[in-house]
């Protein structure tokens, strides 16, 4: 509920609400697992990337393609 509320500051609603949720678990935790199994080989900073993909988030999330009405269906969480 806190990454919905979250992004409905956004103005995103059901349909666009529960694929940015995807979108946001599998960068999370995509760059975690990536992280801890030592995935980042290349010399720059991991910090810097990371920064760069929550800005990357941001923008995306301000510019998020609303669904069509056609499309349907509320969506599932998670």
């Not at 599998?26 to 760069?52: I, K, M, N, Q």
């Amino acid at each position: 509920e806190i990454t919905y509320g979250m992004l409905r500051a956004y103005g995103l609603t059901e349909p666009d609400l529960t694929d940015a949720v995807r979108l946001l678990r599998a960068t999370f935790h995509g760059y975690c697992a990536l992280e801890a199994s030592g995935g980042f080989g290349a010399p720059r900073d991991v910090r810097v990337s990371w920064d760069r993909a929550v800005d990357a988030l941001h923008v995306a999330l301000e510019n998020w393609p609303r669904a069509d009405a056609t499309e349907g269906g509320e969506g599932t969480r998670g």
